[in-house]
């Protein structure tokens, strides 16, 4: 193996002062970029003409139409529209797509204007994250590499709800070991992303977590049971009649943007083919990540393998996932890198985490000119990563797989 080839194997090229100056970069690139927006805003809107943090548009004027007792009607697009036009005094429309769970939180900040509504719920769900993040990496330059995840510009972009799903998430992991009603509790509130759902009461079962599903099931209730209170079946009936439509038009037509989406589903679509193929592959997608994330929990694996695991299986499994949801990812690399400091990092770890690190900067634009969905194969890389990793850890005899063994670690 030639010089450069080590190098790029054992990582030796990701030395602390050039890591650390591709984290300040990226902070820096994501301060002067919200602060050239927010500078240069007319109102509501930034420089563009759009409305400061784009989709937040969506969650404040549906909150807006819940505080005001005309919750049903967010989810009809007409009525949405003319509020989102009264708000911005422009005609460019962002919908609302999510279950009356979250209408819950969209009126809590729907009761401050819009801007200081926009800064309190980013602010409050990334320190959210961070706090998450932390608790992971405890290394004193750990949240200069999370705030200088690419994700983040994204998320803070969109104000999205990326934050506050890899907050729930990463804290259900880290929760788990020491209290599964916390961590169930944690995995309930998650319910404003269905399609997030669909691996974790399976792999919660494998691990006997018996405890935490009761408690996240009835996190699920009680919320159904305050939305019903506050507002009533209608604004129920009216989520279930719009999911045809937003299904149709923002998510299978690709109105959205295809180089958006993380998922195998999107990368057909891009392609111009056919849904039933796209459904399909995204099926197969699932199920293997399914499998994948059940065998991982089911072995002696160590619980962040698992937790780097469950989270990058549950970004897989959905069709419905976009960049602004690749918080979760940073936070499963997290994982697996904490546990690549405890017990020494194999050939090409630390470079493929280091790509993935890096992918969300250019995964949109990348994937729109060259129609290959960068961030997908990414997640794919990263998981099949983490199943090397555990099979590695539970091999007796490390040097029969030497394309496994540890960095620096010679055969006996």
């Keep these: 193996m030639g010089a450069l080839s080590e190098r790029w194997a054992s990582g030796a090229w990701l030395t602390r002062p050039f890591t650390t100056f591709v984290a300040i970069i990226m902070m820096v690139g994501t301060v002067v970029a919200l602060g050239f927006l927010f500078a240069s805003a007319n109102g509501t809107l930034d420089r563009l003409n759009r409305p400061l943090g784009t989709d937040f548009s969506s969650f404040w004027t549906a909150g807006r139409m819940a505080l ?33 769970f979250f209408l819950l939180i969209a009126a809590a900040f729907a009761a401050l204007p819009y801007v200081p509504a926009l800064v309190v719920w980013q602010t409050a769900s990334l320190i959210a994250a961070l706090s998450a993040f932390r608790a992971i990496l405890t290394q004193p330059l750990a949240l200069l590499f999370a ?68 408690t996240a099931t009835a996190t699920v209730v009680a919320t159904f049971v305050v939305t019903l209170a506050l507002w009533g079946w209608p604004v129920w009936q009216a989520f279930l009649e719009s999911l045809p439509v937003t299904q149709k038009l923002v998510f299978e037509t690709g109105n959205t943007g295809f180089e958006k989406f993380q998922s195998i589903f999107a990368w057909v679509g891009l392609w111009g083919g056919p849904l039933r193929l796209a459904y ?108 090397l990793r555990v099979r590695a850890e539970q091999s007796a005899d490390v040097a029969s797989a030497p394309w496994l063994r540890p960095s620096g670690m010679a055969a006996s």
């Design 68 to 100: 005001e007792g005309h919750a049903a009607l967010a989810y009809d697009w007409a009525s949405h529209w003319e509020r989102q036009k009264q708000t911005h005094g422009i005609d460019m429309f962002f919908p609302w797509s999510y279950p009356p």
């Design 147 to 214: 705030f200088g995840f690419p994700g983040v510009l994204i998320c803070l972009g969109h104000g999205q709800t990326g934050f506050l799903t890899a907050a729930l998430l990463a804290g259900a992991i880290l929760a788990l070991p020491r209290s599964e009603v916390f961590a169930g509790l944690l995995v309930g509130l998650l319910a404003y992303k269905p399609q997030f759902g669909l691996l974790i009461p399976f792999v919660l079962a494998t691990g006997g977590y018996w405890r935490a599903i009761g």
């Design 280 to 387: 399909a592959l995204q099926g197969i997608v699932a199920l293997g990540a399914l499998a994948g994330c059940l065998w991982i929990w089911r072995s002696p694996a160590a619980h962040r393998l698992k937790g780097a695991a469950l989270l990058t299986g549950v970004l897989l499994s959905s069709p419905y996932v976009l960049d602004y949801d690749l918080i979760v990812f940073g936070m499963a690399l997290a994982l697996f890198v904490a546990h690549g400091m405890e017990r020494g990092f194999h050939p090409w770890e630390k470079t493929f985490v280091a790509l993935g690190w890096c992918a969300p900067v250019v995964g949109r634009e990348f994937t729109r000119l060259s129609y290959i969905p960068l961030g997908f194969l990414t997640l794919v890389a990263i998981f099949a990563l983490i199943i």
